[in-house]
């Protein structure tokens, strides 16, 4: 089983519909958790940190659930420049000192 | 957004042949990071450095070497190419904490025929 797992999608949606993405975890001791998105051929870029008691940053929400060990990422209002790879990535605990990335999600928001 | 700047950003070499790639911030950032990208794989941690000549492996070691001689180059390399490098390689950087917030390079698109 893979450390940090997501369906590859792709999702396509069209605009302004809301579009939810899961990301499941191995290890239930892990401590952080960020989005990060991917544009075709660019370099990833952190889109938000995800925090226990969930966050919110304008059109996208984060939640956590340990118990379940997963985390997702909302986007609601889909936008064209939407479209991306969302990538997951956890951080385990221990002092295990690397980030384990998800393979991504990709999103195809369309008009 | 963050100054770092990969070279070459892209390249073709044959097997067998030494390689070089170079990563550059101009952040005075203290950790950077080399990461490979291969489809259907997350990014897989190379190596990584926390100081200049303090260097550590990462998941995906083998077959590459690196060097942080100053606070602001990052180099990489693989001392003989073999296929299974062929991918793409991207550099990153935090400011202060193993593992905070990763900036990324534009990345380096290694062909090993």
């Known amino acids: 089983r893979k450390e940090v797992e997501q369906d590859p999608g792709p999702f396509n949606v069209p605009e302004g519909a809301t579009v939810a993405f899961n990301c499941t975890y191995s290890?239930?001791?892990?401590?952080?958790f960020f989005w990060y998105r991917q544009d075709c051929r660019k370099e990833p870029k952190l889109l938000m940190s995800?925090?226990?008691s969930g966050n919110e940053d304008g059109r996208f929400t984060a939640q956590l659930n340990r118990a379940s060990q997963y985390i997702s990422l909302l986007i609601r209002d889909s936008k064209l420049s939407d479209s991306a790879t969302y990538l997951c990535?956890?951080?385990?605990?221990?002092?295990?000192?690397?980030?384990?990335f998800g393979a991504g999600t990709r999103l195809a928001v369309h008009p | 957004d963050a100054g770092i700047t990969q070279s070459p950003r892209h390249k073709v070499t044959e097997t067998g042949t030494p390689v070089t790639l170079r990563c550059h911030q101009t952040?005075?950032?203290?950790?950077m990071y080399w990461y490979r990208q291969d489809p259907g794989h997350g990014l897989r941690l190379i190596h990584y450095?926390?100081?200049?000549?303090?260097?550590d492996k990462g998941e995906v070691s083998d077959g590459y070497s690196v060097s942080r001689s100053k606070t602001e180059d990052f180099l990489l390399t693989l001392e003989s190419a073999t296929s299974s490098q062929t991918s793409v390689y991207f550099c990153?950087?935090?400011?202060?904490?193993?593992?905070?917030?990763?900036?990324f390079g534009s990345g380096t698109q290694l062909s090993v025929l």
């Open positions: 995800v925090y226990s």
């Open positions: 952040e005075n950032h203290r950790y």
């Open positions: 990153a950087i935090s400011e202060e904490t193993l593992n905070e917030k990763l900036f």
């Open positions: 290890n239930s001791a892990s401590q952080s």
């Open positions: 990535v956890v951080t385990p605990s221990g002092g295990y000192n690397k980030l384990i």
């Open positions: 450095s926390y100081g200049v000549k303090d260097t």
